[in-house]
Structure formats: structure tokens, C-alpha cells
């Protein structure tokens, strides 16, 4: 076939005589003039005013109290069944050091957080951990929060850690949010938040890696958030349930439906936090009872083959 | 009414075929990643950041997922492009493999507004669609206004 049409006098009349290579050329400057526009655009444009130094605002005490007072039943019923969000447990791990922290000169069993406050999986993991920890000790100064708007899940309804506190006979756990949801134009990133410690730094660098988390694929998921380290024997990264199981709910809404098992979102939480438990009660000892012994905690024993 | 359809040259014809089935490979793989978002192998910081590309508002166009309009793009162009199709006669198959790139720049066009402007990300992949859209559009308005005789192509003097 083909042969040069250079060498070939098109049989129907040109339209004006125009070269050939006219519209080629006309193609390509009106792409590129597009492109360079958008580019330039965006690097003139006036970045939205960001600041560092985000405002705290802490959770009411309603929503507290529905975070902390779910009632047992719930639990019981949710068990680890939640159809509509399928929820992950959390990994075990055998063979490393115990991780404790003294708390009020005794050694308590560590719950390790590293996340942050951009992230949309933190933020639906944040919801499992707060309703499981609430089980063992009680939160204090836990803030509101949200996800980046421009990352994917945007404004996945949350928590922060940053500037709360836990206590509990049983277990001490320790939350670092390591970047605010507002993007630094700088950076291209986000605003940074809390630094972390060389202890948190070596352990997300040892477990938050391939070789302990089964489910990473390759190297470059090594690191990711959130990831939480329970006392050396649990490890958790990732979101136990899909954001988007979150979108468009207010943390009212969210906490308001913590005592109906039927709700999904209810169920995404409850499910993965009765796992969460399971793993928690592993290390205090299966204490408290009331907890440990419960119908949705042996649930998710049985599941995740724990005694 | 009776037109006539020039050859183009071989070149063209590899080109454009090569072209739409690398086109087609990426909009497989996106299409893959839109519903199964754990495969998508990508950065997730910084410029790139794919996952935010694919998951954002924009990745969907009147309610279809935007990988699935790429994914039926490059599948008619791969039927368009193949040597069969170009062998062909019929006026408006021509006219329609042209009409289809045009209207996929403008779309890519879009798109990069969307990455660059809306969402501040790139994706990878979605590049990848957008150089093979932009370099189809070039082999095509070089060949296909001389092959259906909208110009001259007597070379200028």
C-alpha cells in the first residue's frame, strides 16, 4: 500500500492550497500553548493562605461519651461482621522484644500510632483505635479533625492525637500525627506536625516494612501510615476499613450511630475494633474480663486464631 | 456525493498502531487500578501522586469512571489504526479516526487542567495516555488532511 503521497497529486481539490503540514502545526501550538498556560497558571497563581499553626479543636463531651459508651451489646452483635466495609486485622508478631512504656514508675504494654492528619486512612483507622483503646483507659484533649481536601477520601471525618492523652491501668499508648491536612505550596506536601522520636522512628524503620506486614507488595509501601506497633505483638498499617465508608458523615453522625448495629459504617468500626481488642487483650493478659470475655472480643480471637 | 481517499505513507500506519496499542496497555492498567485501587503501583508524594489523580472528582465524567472512556478510546483506535482500517475506502472511517483524536486531545486537555489546576498531582499513567493522545494527533493531522484531500499536498516550492 502506502506510498509517499509527496509523490502523489491529491485527486480532489485542496481546500485553499494549504500545506500540508498546516494543520499539524497548528495542532501542536494550540496544545502547547495550553499546556504552558495551565503550567504557568498554577506557578503564578496565589497559593491559599496556609498556616502551620492549625487551631485545636477539642471533641465535645457528647461525642466523647459515644465513643467511650458504646454499649456491649453492640459489640456482641457487630462481631466482626461488617459486609458492606470488609475490615482487616491487625498482624501478629512473634519473636521481638516486648515494647512497654513506664508509666507512673509500672511497665505498661505500649500501643505505638504513627499517622497523620492529611491522611484519609488514618482517619478511618483513627475511629477503630479511639473505640478500641476506649475499651481499656480513657482519652483525653482527643481533637477534631479532618483529611487533606485535595488527597483522596478528602475530609474523611476524624480525630487527632495530636495534643491528646491516654490513660489506663492496662496498656499506655502513644499517638504522633506527623503532618497537619494543610498543604504546604513549598513543599508541595503538607505542613509538618510532630517529629518523631528516634524510639518511634527505629520501629516504624524495623516493623513498618515488607519483611513484618504481609500484606505490602513491594519495598515502597515500607513506612506507610498509619501504622501501629501494639506492644511488639500486633502490627496495623493501613486503615482496617475503607475511608470511603466515612464519606460525607460528620463525626457526629458517625458517633451518634455507634449504638446501632445495623448501621454499616457502625459495623465497619465495631468489627475492626472488637479486632483491635482481641489483639490489645493479648497484651494485658485478658484483662479487663469484661472486655476480653466478651461475645465480639472471642469473635475476633477466633478469627484471628488468638487463645 | 464520491470522495476520494489518498494512501498514506507506511510510516503512519506503524506509528499510529503502535501508538494506540501503548495507549490501550495504559487504559487497561488504569482501568484495572479505578477498581481495584491496590494494584496501582505509584508515588504517593509530591508532584506524582496517582492515587489522588484516580480517586479525585475529576476521574469520573457524567457519572463513568474517566479510565473506562480512555479504555473505549484506545480501543476504537486500535481498531482505527490497524492497517486494515487504513486500507479502507470509506471516506468518514478516515474522517472518524480523525474526528475521534481531535475530540480525545480535547479531552486530555482537560484532563491536564484538571491534574495541573484542580487536583495540584500528576499521574503517571494518565501522562503516559496524554503524550501517546498528543503524539497520535500530530501523525494524524500530518497524514490524514492529505489522505482525504483538505490540503495540498504538492510539496511548496
Known sequence: MAKSPANKKAQTPAIGGRPAGLFTWIAVGVVLVIVVGLVAIKMTSGSPAANASTTFEAVDATTMSQLSSVPASVFNTVGITSPVAPISAPTPLSGQPALTKTVNGKSLPLIQYVGAEYCPYCAAERWTSVVALSRFGTFSNLGFAQSGATDVYPNTKTFTFRQSSYTSPYIAFSGAETFTSIPNPATNFYFPLQKLTATQTALVKKYDTMKYIPTFTSTQENGSIPFIDMGNKFLSAGASFTPAALAGLTQGQIASALSDATNPVTQAIIASANEHTAAICVLTNNKPAAVCSSAGVKAAKKAMKIK | ?157
Open chain 2, 1 to 157: 456525493m464520491s470522495r476520494t481517499v489518498e494512501s498514506v505513507p507506511r510510516w503512519a500506519v506503524a506509528t499510529t498502531f503502535l501508538l494506540s496499542v501503548i495507549g490501550l496497555g495504559f487504559s487497561i492498567y488504569l482501568t484495572i487500578t479505578h477498581f481495584q485501587p491496590h494494584a496501582l503501583v505509584c508515588a504517593d508524594t509530591g508532584t506524582i501522586n496517582c492515587a489522588k489523580v484516580t480517586t479525585s472528582a475529576q476521574a469520573y465524567f457524567l457519572g463513568i469512571p474517566v479510565a473506562v472512556l480512555g479504555l473505549f478510546n484506545f480501543v476504537v483506535m486500535v481498531a482505527l489504526t490497524s492497517p486494515w482500517a487504513w486500507r479502507a475506502k470509506n471516506y468518514w472511517l478516515h474522517v472518524a479516526r480523525f474526528a475521534f483524536t481531535v475530540v480525545g486531545m480535547g479531552f486530555v486537555l482537560w484532563l491536564i487542567y484538571a491534574e495541573i489546576i484542580l487536583i495540584g498531582n500528576l499521574c503517571l499513567y494518565c501522562t503516559g495516555v496524554h503524550i501517546v493522545t498528543f503524539a497520535l494527533l500530530i501523525v494524524l493531522t500530518r497524514v490524514t488532511p492529505t489522505q482525504l484531500g483538505w490540503v495540498d499536498s504538492t510539496p511548496l516550492e
